[in-house]
């Protein structure tokens, strides 16, 4: 059996490992370079989560956590495709999120920033793409929130993603971006990603994507590494 | 399909941050969610030698992280990977990945059971992805075992990687298990892998 490797990470896509701007990279990423590491079985193999391990609500965020009332903020769709470098869709892939909520609160237990939970938000979702690697998502607009990282730091609201892809080689995780958002170019984890990748991490407002009278559309397509046109050698 | 191929630009990584639990690893934090993955790889009725794997995270100051997230990916055994690209796969009922978060200690712990050789000439080994506040790119690494001494002497990565820094890929025995410590950063620096 061949089984072709994966293009390599294209460091001109993403971030470095150390950012002396966004200071928690200072000392927690290596300094030594990575070694490379030529693919086997090991890395040409990942877990499969399929469409049985989800349950259609954990895509709605607005009320897959619902208690009394529906969350508080403005709804959304995030809606997009999961492909591959070589433009080839990537179905049946395991898509998680997490986010903050309206507030721009977590529910997570450390999260210290005084701004109100919302009893009927959990800020935390999953699906797996279609056959055409096609995912969506309803939420509320994640709000910005304040961190420590320099004096006045603010995030930008995102969306928190996880994917796998085929195999662990793919697996990606990143942050989703609105457009817009003033507080971009003042943070230091979007701006860490090389000038020219970095619009790929900001959703595009879309009409199509709106659904009328409900919720403001978001489109996000992510890009996964594609496969190698040379199969591995046995 | 003709003409020039296409390439499309990676979506770049971003950090996971501190706040991940309650998406990939719900059932830590005691959240109403169910997760998928735990740091449970593999119960009592799995066939295999079971052994507990653990470890501490430290960054280049020797502080330990109490916010990084380890995932685990592992062949069964008998060196067989749950996966379709395993050919051999379809007898192997055990899923082998897990996660695991690290405590404010900065310790991690996995239940799982000790890999077979996937039979291609590596060793038995466990693949590891590191995710963490400050991690702008996930970390591969290995863990191989201290007692596979001659497996580990012909393994292809373990050759690839400088002598004097083998050991922090090795895991030691303990009476439970194994243990596999982690430095991010600085003297002793683990092996990372660019995958």
């Given at each position: 059996m061949q089984v072709k490797p994966f293009q390599p990470r294209d460091w001109d896509s993403h971030p470095p490992l150390?950012?002396?701007?966004?200071?928690?990279?200072v000392f927690r990423a290596p300094k030594k370079p990575l070694i490379p590491l030529k693919q086997s079985l090991s890395e040409l193999t990942g877990p499969v989560y399929g469409h049985?391990?989800?349950?259609?609500?954990?895509?709605d965020l607005t009320q897959c956590?619902?208690?009394?009332a529906d969350p508080i903020g403005e709804r959304i769709v995030v809606a997009g495709r999961v492909i591959d470098?070589?433009?080839k869709p990537v179905p049946n892939t395991l898509v998680e999120i997490w986010q903050a909520n309206?507030?721009?609160?977590?529910?997570?237990?450390?999260?210290?920033?005084?701004a109100p939970l919302d009893?009927?938000?959990?800020g935390a979702g999953r699906c797996v793409t279609d056959n055409d690697g096609r995912y969506k998502f309803y939420s509320i607009k994640p709000g910005a929130y304040p961190w420590?990282?320099?004096?006045n730091a603010w995030r930008p609201a995102h969306i928190h993603l996880s994917l796998f892809g085929p195999?662990?080689?793919t697996r990606l995780v990143t942050q989703l971006f609105f457009p817009g958002d003033p507080l971009l170019p003042l943070d230091p984890i979007f701006c860490s990603v090389p000038a020219a990748a970095r619009n790929r991490l900001v959703a595009a407002f879309d009409l199509s994507v709106t659904e009328a009278g409900f919720a403001l559309g978001y489109a996000f397509d992510i890009v996964l590494r594609g496969r190698a046109e040379t199969p591995m050698e046995g | 399909m003709s003409g020039e191929p296409i390439t499309l630009g990676q979506t770049p990584s971003q950090t996971a941050g501190p706040f991940f639990h309650s998406a990939l690893l719900p059932d830590r934090g005691g959240y109403a969610y169910t997760g998928?993955?735990?740091?449970?790889?593999?119960?009592?009725?799995?066939v295999g030698q079971q052994m507990s794997f653990e470890g501490t995270i430290v960054d280049g100051q020797g502080l330990p992280m109490p916010d990084a997230l380890v995932e685990l990916w592992q062949a069964d055994a008998?060196?067989?990977?749950?996966?379709?690209?395993?050919?051999?796969?379809?007898?192997?009922?055990?899923?082998g990945f897990g996660r695991a978060a690290t405590d404010a200690l900065g310790h991690f712990k996995f239940q799982t059971i000790k890999p077979g050789a996937?039979?291609?000439?590596?060793?038995p080994h466990l693949t590891l992805i590191l995710f963490m506040r400050g991690g702008q790119n996930h970390l591969f690494t290995r863990a191989y075992f201290a007692d596979e001494t001659a497996a580990n002497a012909q393994d292809p990565v373990l050759a690839s990687v400088p002598a004097d820094r083998r050991a922090t890929l090795i895991a030691s025995r303990t009476e439970t298990g194994y243990v596999f410590n982690i430095r991010a950063?600085?003297?002793?620096e683990t092996v990372f892998f660019d995958v």
């Open positions: 150390i950012y002396p701007e966004y200071k928690s990279t049985e391990s989800v349950a259609s609500g954990d895509s956590a619902r208690v009394s470098e070589n433009g309206a507030a721009g609160r977590y529910i997570h237990v450390n999260d210290q920033h005084n009893p009927n938000f959990f420590g990282n320099h004096a195999t662990i080689a | 998928l993955a735990q740091s449970e790889v593999a119960d009592a009725a799995v008998m060196g067989r990977y749950a996966h379709p690209a395993d050919p051999r796969s379809s007898n192997a009922a055990f899923k996937i039979g291609d000439g590596q060793a950063q600085g003297d002793g």
